[in-house]
């Protein structure tokens, strides 16, 4: 179904054995086709300009699906996407935090680079609280801001998170359209000390959490995400009606703590009010998938499920989800806090049932969003998603390192199999103390550690497909571990080497800055006084 190649492209089939560091062949082996860029930037180019819709979730772990084993097998909207399209068991997002790691799929580069993260300290994560002065950089350029050059009308649906200051938000950014908030739905507040987080339709308030778009704490009981669903499905019917391109980007945050869901769903689930939030997103996903069909549009729309960062261990078992195998959870560098959920669908383009061991990242879904629409990349900075055009339509898999942040520090990098931390850190002992953990009950002597263990010279090396739970470090004795370090340290340093940080965006905090007097309170009558400004350094505990 993907156009054929043009004349003057040519495609090249070679099998490639993978081996072991020690030599040996290992049994699988892949059939690699290797096709010239040119050759896919003219069939895309030369193709109708898909819609494109990514489906974000918030603190939605790698466990949470049935398709990815969980034995609730509460999921069966996105089980069948998946049976209807491809499998990324090794999707990886760019940071283990909310903020950041959107920042980083909307850019296609590194947080370190686009400037969310903060140097208040070394390796903590940053976001954006209401009290962040900063937010996207005004120099970064994101994903619909290209699009609108082929003609996209671009939409987000749900949870901003890069900054919720005028000069910061949506429609500033490419962004045609938007019906969600700037912040994580935190709260109730009394409106005194702090305010109660607005609720946007395009440019304008229309409300705020916990007031006029009700959360009972409680219970767990709000509309959100069925006030999420019409909005989407309405956009759905214009864009169909219009013909026109589009982009949605479809951020859900009813998995994030304070978990909710609307009365038909709450009680519905084995898990407690966690899951309840699963199955009503669950039952979206299957309504917004049936209506691309009814519209007759689904063959020519891209969809891609994800998470923004693994599920949130500190909040569970009743507000937190599962990392299946892996070990700890949001806020970590290790697997459970950064591998998640992926599955892409596009009937007639991408073929059903497939499973795909492409190492995959957020920040791919910018660059590869860019090549579906027939656009080029960007020249002028360093892009680090990758085009996953030929896994997508070709089952291929590309050789790539994953680089895992926190903050302003590299930890880890994974290339193959293999995973190499160069500093370990779950949390501090003092905060540990205040009942926050982000590995509960998985405790690794000498890797969930409490103090910030840097092994830049001697790194922890983990065989990811024998020890998916980074709880055997490989002997520093044996032959497999001295050559999968020269491997990887190569690689390391010239990431390194070539790596030019951002301005961090995530150093200021100020209570003057926070969602006071929205645009569109006036109307209202719900602007607020703010205080007077006085700024200083965020403290970033994590």
Avoid at 217 to 242: A, D, H, M
Avoid at 252 to 267: E, N
Avoid at 269 to 286: F, T, W
Wanted: glycine share 10%.
């Amino acid at each position: 179904s993907h156009p054929p190649a043009q004349p003057g492209c040519h495609v090249t089939l070679f099998r490639v054995h993978f081996t072991n560091v020690m030599g040996c062949k290992v049994r699988e082996s892949f059939l690699i086709a290797l096709i010239t860029r040119c050759c896919w930037a003219e069939a895309l180019q030369d193709a109708p300009a898909p819609n494109i819709i990514i489906m974000l979730m918030d603190d939605m772990g790698w466990g949470d699906l049935g398709v990815f084993g969980h034995p609730s097998k509460e999921t069966p909207n996105i089980d069948r996407m998946a049976a209807e399209g491809m499998l990324f068991p090794n999707f990886y997002t760019a940071n283990p935090l909310c903020s950041p790691s959107r920042a980083a799929l909307l850019t296609g580069r590194l947080p370190v680079r686009n400037g969310f993260y903060t140097t208040n300290a070394h390796a903590r994560n940053a976001y954006t609280p209401q009290e962040i002065v900063g937010g996207i950089d005004l120099d970064e350029i994101l994903l619909p801001e290209i699009l609108k050059k082929k003609g996209y009308v671009n939409k987000i649906i749900g949870k901003w998170h890069l900054g919720h200051r005028p000069q910061f938000l949506p429609l500033k950014h490419g962004f045609d359209e938007w019906f969600g908030a700037p912040n994580c739905h935190f709260g109730p507040y009394n409106n005194t000390y702090r305010p109660n987080i607005p609720v946007y339709n395009n440019s304008q308030m229309v409300g705020r959490y916990y007031e006029e778009f009700g959360i009972n704490v409680k219970t767990g009981e709000s509309n959100l995400t069925q006030i999420y669903l019409e909005e989407t499905l309405q956009f759905l019917r214009r864009q169909s009606v219009s013909g026109a391109p589009f982009f949605l980007f479809w951020a859900m945050d009813a998995t994030h703590a304070p978990v909710y869901a609307s009365k038909p769903f709450l009680g519905k689930s084995q898990r407690g009010r966690y899951g309840d939030a699963v199955i009503e997103l669950d039952h979206s996903v299957g309504l917004i998938l049936k209506e691309l069909r009814t519209l007759g549009i689904a063959e020519n729309t891209f969809v891609f499920f994800t998470s923004d960062n693994g599920a949130a261990l500190m909040s569970g078992p009743k507000q937190g989800g599962s990392n299946g195998p892996f070990l700890c959870g949001k806020e970590t560098t290790f697997e459970g806090g950064m591998r998640e959920p992926a599955i892409a669908w596009w009937p007639g383009h991408i073929k059903a049932g497939q499973v795909s061991y492409q190492l995959g990242s957020v920040m791919d879904l910018f660059t590869t969003s860019l090549s579906l629409a027939g656009l080029p990349p960007l020249s002028d900075r360093v892009i680090d998603g990758l085009d996953l055009s030929p896994v997508l339509l070709q089952n291929t898999v590309i050789d790539r390192p994953i680089f895992y942040y926190r903050g302003n520090e590299m930890m880890a990098v994974r290339v193959g199999l293999y995973k190499a931390h160069y500093w370990t850190w779950s949390n501090s002992w003092e905060e540990l103390m205040k009942g926050i953990n982000f590995c509960p009950g998985q405790h690794v002597t000498g890797v969930t550690t409490h103090t910030q263990q840097e092994h830049t010279m001697q790194p922890l090396i983990f065989h990811l497909g024998q020890d998916p739970g980074e709880k055997y470090p490989i002997s520093v004795l044996s032959e497999e571990y001295q050559a999968v370090l020269r491997h990887v340290t190569a690689l390391v340093n010239e990431h390194r080497k070539a790596l030019v940080p951002g301005v961090p965006q995530l150093n200021m905090c100020d209570l003057a800055v926070m969602n006071w007097a929205p645009e569109g309170c006036q109307q209202l009558g719900k602007c607020l006084k703010p205080p007077e400004s006085a700024p200083w350094k965020c403290e970033w505990p994590h």
